[in-house]
């Protein structure tokens, strides 16, 4: 497969680091080919706007980021760095996230990459989501760690259960553009568990990683469930990380 890590911590000796360089060692000597994209590294430009797009707007008077982008998609006239991630993601056939979480949510460095390289033109368009995704048949993977623990992100946690954090990401991100989506891979507070536990997290990740393919898929219902107001059907029993019946 070609692999793209897109990698977002400020620091290369962290454990998200250590995460990160484990999955290029292990996925090329899978006989994968890895780019990583090291956005803290790269000084990557978080906040979209009027400056990606390059010579004259589709409309000068009243900035639509979504119109621009699909305009300037087309036309190929997005700047130089939203196009070379953009071919980064062409190639990718399994795309890994690798970051710490911060405030329940992915680093900002992190959010601003996916707001400005899955434009609108390029990662959807109308009837082109869900099911009918634009990157249907890619696949995608969390790899995160935490600042507490396990208990904290259980279903009956404080924090709230990690598939549930993490549903913004693995369905209004991933999910929605088509990806068929891997479990996370999650490790909880590392900065607190010793060198053994952080050796037995990285062997376990090891272990994931040469496994890609016997890993069960995230689960997120079909199209056939929802009806015409996209809404789960009655009978249907809503099985995702946060949708429920009512």
């Known amino acids: 497969m070609n692999v793209l890590i897109v990698y977002?911590?400020?620091?290369?000796?962290?454990?998200?680091?250590?995460?990160?360089?484990?999955?290029?060692?292990?996925?090329?000597?899978?006989?994968?080919?890895?780019?990583?994209?090291?956005?803290?590294?790269?000084?990557?430009?978080?906040?979209?706007?009027?400056?990606?797009?390059?010579?004259?707007?589709?409309?000068?008077?009243?900035?639509?980021?979504?119109?621009?982008?699909?305009?300037?998609?087309?036309?190929?006239?997005?700047?130089?760095?939203?196009?070379?991630?953009?071919?980064?993601?062409?190639?990718?056939?399994?795309?890994?996230?690798?970051?710490?979480?911060?405030?329940?949510?992915?680093?900002?460095?992190?959010?601003?990459?996916?707001?400005?390289?899955?434009?609108?033109?390029?990662?959807?368009?109308?009837?082109?989501?869900?099911?009918?995704?634009?990157?249907?048949?890619?696949?995608?993977?969390?790899?995160?760690?935490?600042?507490?623990?396990?208990d904290t992100y259980a279903p009956d946690g404080i924090d709230g259960d990690i598939l549930t954090v993490l549903w913004p990401i693995h369905n209004g991100l991933l999910r929605y553009s088509g990806f068929d989506v891997l479990p996370p891979f999650v490790s909880y507070m590392p900065g607190r568990v010793g060198d053994d536990g952080r050796k037995a997290y990285l062997e376990a990740y090891r272990k994931r990683l040469e496994d890609i393919d016997g890993t069960p898929r995230l689960f997120f219902h079909t199209a056939e469930d929802y009806g015409k107001n996209e809404r789960l059907k009655p009978g249907v029993l809503a099985r995702s990380g946060v949708q429920r019946n009512v």
């Open 8 to 150: 977002a911590h400020p620091e290369p000796k962290s454990f998200n680091g250590a995460m990160k360089d484990l999955a290029v060692e292990t996925l090329t000597r899978a006989g994968h080919d890895v780019v990583v994209s090291d956005l803290y590294a790269m000084g990557f430009n978080p906040v979209a706007g009027p400056g990606d797009i390059l010579g004259e707007r589709n409309d000068p008077e009243f900035f639509s980021l979504p119109r621009e982008q699909t305009a300037a998609y087309e036309a190929g006239a997005l700047s130089a760095d939203i196009s070379a991630e953009i071919e980064k993601l062409k190639r990718a056939d399994f795309v890994l996230f690798q970051f710490p979480v911060w405030w329940f949510g992915m680093p900002a460095i992190l959010k601003g990459w996916a707001d400005r390289i899955f434009a609108r033109g390029f990662a959807y368009l109308p009837g082109r989501k869900y099911d009918t995704g634009i990157f249907k048949g890619k696949l995608a993977m969390v790899a995160a760690t935490t600042g507490t623990s396990a």
